[in-house]
């Protein structure tokens, strides 16, 4: 059974840095597109970031240069390195991993999230 | 970046009737959308790829079309359980953008 467990998710202040990790089963990371998508509260789905099978990543514009996305692969999880961190950056985070459908996301975590207040 | 634009943004229904729900991009996107129902306090749920592609699981009453520009989700005949939100996104190319959202309420 795939399963995607997200932690890390906490209260932290403007400007500072977080680390989100996603831990993954029933399937390998680094052989799939994983991804992290947003959802600021009471707001829609904001795509963050991914990364291919293949190592390469991309970034929404809103996270360009502050957030890195990376996996290890020995221990089957997805991270997402969040430093700089802003008051609109407040949202649960989701990942989300592209398994057996084509170009979508069919597998997704609980969601942890994350509070930037000064 | 490709906007995804969706209406309504919220409805009203009743159990039974047929609902659709609309999505544009701002550019042609081929087949490359996707359709997501997000239930309050939870994940979303994959129910429609590539356009019309039935995710599996996923009851026949959800069924989707398009292509290009214009796309649409339909319930045929809307159950309790389809009251949440919907939203579309774009796999054509990266930033891989969702549409706005669609909340189905009760009538």
């Known amino acids: 059974e795939v399963q995607l467990v997200e932690s890390g998710g906490g209260l932290v202040q403007t400007g500072g840095s977080l680390r989100l990790s996603c831990a993954a089963s029933?399937?390998?990371?680094?052989?799939?597109?994983m991804s992290w998508v947003r959802q600021a509260p009471g707001k829609g789905l904001e795509w963050v970031s991914a990364?291919?099978?293949?190592?390469?990543?991309y970034y929404g514009d809103s996270v360009k240069g502050r957030f890195t996305i990376s996996r290890d692969n020995s221990k089957n999880t997805l991270y997402l390195h969040m430093t700089s961190l802003r008051a609109e950056d407040t949202a649960v985070y989701y990942c989300?991993?592209?398994?057996?459908?084509?170009?979508?996301?069919?597998?997704w975590g609980q969601g942890t999230l994350v509070t930037v207040s000064s | 970046d490709i906007q995804m634009t969706q209406s309504p943004s919220s409805l009203s229904a009743s159990v039974g009737d047929r609902v659709t729900i609309i999505c544009r991009a701002s550019?042609?996107?081929?087949?490359?959308l996707n359709w997501y129902q997000q239930m309050p306090g939870k994940a979303p749920k994959l129910l429609i790829y590539?356009?019309?592609s039935l995710q599996s699981g996923v009851p026949s009453r959800f069924s989707g079309s398009g292509s290009g520009t214009d796309f649409t989700l339909t319930i045929s005949s809307l159950q309790p359980e389809d009251f949440a939100t919907y939203y579309c996104?774009?796999?054509?190319?990266?930033?891989?953008?969702f549409g706005g959202g669609t909340k189905v309420e009760i009538k």
């Open positions: 989300a991993a592209l398994i057996a459908a084509v170009a979508a996301l069919d597998s």
């Open positions: 029933g399937f390998t990371v680094s052989s799939n597109y």
């Open positions: 990364i291919y099978s293949g190592g390469r990543t």
């Open positions: 550019q042609s996107i081929s087949n490359y």
């Open positions: 590539a356009a019309s």
């Open positions: 996104q774009q796999s054509y190319s990266t930033p891989r953008t």
